[in-house]
């Protein structure tokens, strides 16, 4: 287990907190969000950071890459109540003028400190993606898909040099341990889609995690593994029995996965399948999908679409491995839907503004509120309420044999005290 560190902006007034994530606690959902070169504003972020937290993210990452990427993560740190994460490899691309041929280690360097000094929880650092694995994604369908993973190739492939992450591993943990900053290794070359799951590229980085994992601890860093990507059902608990195995069982961290690749528009859907299932199996953190994966950069709805699906992934996976606080909550829920307590109905669900408005939409009066029938049944045919009719004529017909059964027995003391005797 571990904690995010939480470490709150110089000037701010915010109460500290973390997050415990491990595979035997409550499973975690991050909430990506950040600026492109295309669009969206430091207020936009802003707005998404707020409405990954009203819905439910643990931890948030900043992953701006347009302009003012120092400035929108200040705000962004002003006003988070989670752990923020970010990928460093962005902002020094930026200081670069967008030519990774000149972004050098003492750059790179430069931006962690930096980072770390504005109160940065965490790094994603993709120091796993070495020279000798870049090879083995030629023959893949869709490459390396990961932008920090792509840079560092990139960088490898230009000198033929081996990744300055991984070189100056110690460096970075010295960074980190001096500012209590947890790293996420990130997963340069997770599969980009179904065809390419569990290749040989993939493991071959996941193995390096483990070894950089270890290092990590032995300074007294906080680590994550990040995992895939796009993984078929089938081919998710290998995932996770190389990760424990190989990475000592540090918290693993995963990007779903996408269950399919057919699915754009929807593939909060496909991931969240696959993010249920790696989470019962022991995925601490999930790092959410939206509806806007793959087509463009996500919206504040796309944001509380994506955070909701994995609210539920999560749960799912809580329920999974059995814990009481997901059985309880499910509990209630079901006894209120039982019991037609309909504003208990809203307020226990993951969206009670939603699941209100659905009701509301055909049934807005409030006598509505207490009665016994949704507008998809109607009075008639509602199975609970038919159910609960049943149970009262059980139990009223219960009562009448007890009734019936008593009667017997005082006319039997009657008779007894009478003598007992029958007179013809």
């Known amino acids: 287990m571990q904690f995010l560190p939480w470490h709150p902006p110089l000037s701010g007034t915010a109460l500290s907190c973390s997050c415990l994530t491990g595979r035997n606690f409550l499973t975690k959902v991050n909430a990506n969000f950040g600026n492109s070169a295309v669009t969206s504003s430091i207020e936009e972020e802003v707005e998404k950071l707020q409405w990954s937290t009203i819905w439910g993210a643990d931890t948030v990452m900043?992953?701006?890459?347009?302009?003012?990427?120092k400035e929108t993560r200040e705000w962004v740190m002003r006003n988070s109540p989670v752990p923020v994460g970010t990928v460093p490899i962005y902002e020094a691309l930026e200081r670069a003028?967008?030519?990774?041929?000149?972004?050098t280690w003492e750059l790179f360097k430069q931006v962690l400190i930096d980072q770390a000094e504005q109160g940065v929880d965490y790094f994603t650092i993709h120091a796993a993606t070495l020279l000798r694995y870049i090879p083995l994604t030629a023959n893949?369908?869709?490459?390396?898909?990961?932008?920090?993973?792509?840079?560092?190739a990139k960088l490898c492939l230009m000198d033929h040099r081996e990744n300055f992450a991984y070189t100056h591993w110690d460096e970075i943990l010295d960074i980190c341990a001096q500012y209590d900053i947890t790293l996420s290794i990130g997963d340069g070359l997770r599969p980009g889609c179904i065809a390419d799951a569990n290749d040989e590229a993939q493991f071959a980085e996941?193995?390096?995690?483990?070894?950089?994992?270890?290092?990590?601890w032995e300074r007294n860093v906080q680590v994550m593994n990040e995992g895939p990507g796009h993984v078929p059902l089938n081919k998710i608990p290998e995932n996770m029995a190389n990760q424990l195995e190989w990475c000592s069982e540090a918290p693993f961290y995963t990007l779903g996965p996408l269950a399919t690749d057919i699915a754009p528009a929807y593939d909060h859907i496909t991931s969240a399948i696959g993010a249920a299932t790696i989470g019962a199996l022991g995925t601490a953190l999930l790092c959410y999908v939206t509806p806007k994966e793959h087509l463009g950069l996500p919206n504040r709805d796309d944001v509380k679409a994506g955070v909701i699906a994995y609210k539920i992934a999560a749960h799912a996976a809580d329920l999974a491995k059995g814990h009481a606080h997901a059985y309880a909550w499910d509990r209630e829920l079901s006894k209120a839907r039982f019991e037609f307590r309909w504003y208990d109905q809203f307020n226990l669900s993951l969206d009670p503004v939603t699941a209100r408005l659905y009701h509301d939409s055909t049934l807005p009066q409030e006598p509505a509120k207490t009665a016994h029938f949704c507008s998809m049944c109607g009075p008639k045919f509602c199975s609970m309420n038919i159910t609960q009719e049943i149970r009262a004529a059980a139990q009223a017909a219960q009562d009448l044999d007890q009734d019936l059964q008593a009667g017997m027995k005082q006319m039997s003391e009657e008779f007894k005290k009478k003598g007992a005797e029958i007179y013809l």
């Open 206 to 216: 996941l193995k390096t995690q483990g070894e950089l994992t270890r290092r990590a």
């Open 62 to 69: 900043d992953l701006s890459t347009g302009h003012n990427i």
């Open 140 to 152: 893949r369908v869709t490459g390396i898909v990961s932008r920090g993973g792509s840079i560092h």
């Open 97 to 103: 003028g967008g030519d990774v041929s000149a972004i």
